[in-house]
């Protein structure tokens, strides 16, 4: 025969047969469940556990397919809105089918009787009364469990209701109650129990031991604490308690030049510490909060060094170029020769990995004879890290901030923050706002941790920020930043770099000294580097240097033989050379710098169908769109009788923002008309439906990328002339730079 009832799901909670238990519901739809129930003559729900029901979606298919019918003895309405709900298991069930109501969302299913299997009563009657020795030595070890429940146990004849009874007070864990619910046969239960029992058993004695152990250490440590209570108090009377330590505190605050506020403040900590016990918790963190708040710099300074000359020379030597930040620095130096009140600049270096954003830092501080520190914040999402926890909180601390000025030891340090275009706003709080409080002058002056619990002046730190992307920096946050970017090094500039810095370099720390021609420079910045930066340029330096040091003994210069030798095969691939329809050169701005990349198009029969790929975003999405609209409209290209598939290459980049429709529109019209787009010629510019060329963002990196890749033209938009005067000007050595702002201009270039 086949039924019909309400499914009621429990969530980490098991029901077995003769078991009664009390829900509270503030669900909607169990309550809508425990309605329907109620509905039927003897008030019963179908009760099921799925094992997987903490995952977001629980498919009905997963739902398992043994399940208890229980009896919904009681229900009350709560004041609070929930509803209260008695339970009592009845019986085990074989789940034939589920199905669900779309309009009331009620899940229901189909079940049967389950048959439940005869065993011999020898059998039957030992295992019961070995089952039954087991939990009367079981309950005998945990005093919490009722001994009410062994004369049940011993009244009752039935295995089935035993095990279940057994089963109901153990302490298991979700899926082993689970399996004990799913299992039909009653022997099979009885025997894992006993198995089970016996091991609860000897974890029992096993905790008793360690009860006892533990009570013979506790009374130890209580003789041993009214001992030294004793000779403290002997001590006391002696004289020789914590007098002297508290005297020497004492003098240290009241030496302090500090406001009368923290020195009362302080004090009165100390007054808490003389009177805490030796061997309490609280004397310790009295302890390590005071000796913290003393030793802070609060009027101890570095002397910074203030020839304009000496710091102009110090930071060339260190770096090249960065031209824009180096000028910054010496301003705020003249500047500040002459008026001691200005503010220190609040500075973000922007710019793709390895360009030399941390380490124009560290010799800001060294070039200004300052002490410097590093915090990342990059993933940072709980705003305490920054600025402290309550000192009452166990293993509170302060935050970075003033970890970075204690470590400093002074209170005028050169402190990086790096990677805030990474900070991470959630639940924990917005660390980019309490970044703001401490960077705002207006603010910083009286920086309250939330462990010091006193104001601490950091308007004479000078902060320096570093982030990949402007854009992804918080808007808070960035409106009060002075943003100087750093832009993706030419290959000419690496060549300098490597020569002038990183070479010098590497050979004072192996102590060896090669010659290396510039030709070579060239040859292993070209076929093994494609980074913005010259962090890998220096990786790879360093190895054939270790090479050739090794191996090549009595070597006196490096040779382009010797560098594919111990280099390997070369490593960059260039953009392979166009030589279908339909294909065109097109530029990207990333977080790693510029990118040259392929955009291509081909076309089927079809109803005007658009296919993107290639790790897009939707604003690229929208530019394919304006392109074969205005082809249809200014061309007369008949894009609606074919499904077209747009693709960009370079999948492993994301690829967004609108500077892509000129390319777009090239590799379009080549494809429709048979026109081959020469390959040593780039795009880059959006589009409107009118055919006018828009400007676009990260010109330099763009520009900078096709010299490196030996593009030969490149189509800009005329917008963007004024963004000329910061191209290197190695890079129109090798690039010819092509203004326009109609994309008549292009066609009548490259088609007519």
Known sequence: MTNYIPVFILSELVILPNQEIKIDLNNDLSKKVIKEACKLDDASVLVIAPKNSLETS???????????????????????????????????????????????????????????????????????????????????????????????????????HITDVITSFMPFKFAKKTEYMECINAIKRAEKLIDDLSEEINISNIDKKIEEKLQENLEKSQREYILKEKIKEINSELGNDRIDEIASLTEIVNSLKVDNSIKNKLLLEIKKYSISSEYSPESALLKNYIDTVINLPWNKRSDENTNVKEIKDYLNESHYGLTEIKDRITEYVTIKKNS????????????????????????????LNLKFYKISVGGLNDSTELIGSRKTYLGA???????????????????LIDEVDKLVKD???????????????????????NYIEEP?????????????EADKIPNTLLDRLEIIPIDSYSIYEKIGIAKNYLLKEIFEEYNVNYKVSKEVLEYIVTKYTKEPGVRELKRILEKLVRKIYVYEEGMKSITINLANKYLGKEIVNYLPKIRNYGIANTLAYTTLGGLTSHVEVSKVAGTGKLTITGNTGDILKESVEVVKAFLASEYEIDTNSFDIHVHFLSASQKKDGPSAGVSIAVAMISLFEKRLVDGDVAFTGEMTLKGEILPVGGLKEKLIACANEGIKTVFIPRANEMDLIDIPENVFDLVSIKLVSDFTEIYDALFR
């Not at 601390?397 to 402190?415: C, E, L, R, W």
């Not at 917005?430 to 941790?449: C, H, R, S």
Request: a positive charge.
């Open 58 to 160: 629980v498919s009905i298919e997963d739902f398992p397919k043994v399940g208890v019918i229980a009896k919904i003895k009681n229900k009350i309405e709560l004041s609070n809105g929930n509803l209260r709900i008695t339970l009592k298991g009845k019986k085990r069930v074989h789940i034939s089918k589920y199905f669900q109501n779309k309009t009331t969302k009620i899940l229901k299913c189909s079940y049967e009787e389950i048959e439940l299997p005869k065993f011999d009563k020898a059998q039957e009657s030992a295992i019961k009364r070995k089952l039954i020795s087991l939990t009367e030595e079981y309950i005998s070890l945990n005093p919490s469990i009722s001994n009410s429940i062994l004369n049940t146990l011993k009244e009752d004849h039935d295995l089935n």
């Open 340 to 367: 001691e009140h200005i503010s220190a600049p609040i500075i973000c270096l922007v710019g793709p990995p390895g360009v030399g954003k941390t380490s124009i830092a560290m010799a800001i501080a060294g070039s």
């Open 397 to 415: 601390m302060p935050g970075k901030i003033m970890q970075a000025i204690i470590k400093s030891d002074v209170k005028n340090p050169v402190i």
């Open 427 to 449: 639940y924990k709080g917005d660390p980019a706002a309490t970044l703001l409080e401490i960077l705002d002058e207006t603010q910083n002056k009286y920086f309250v941790d």
């Open 456 to 468: 601490f002046d950091l308007s004479e730190v000078i902060f320096i920020l570093t982030a990949n």
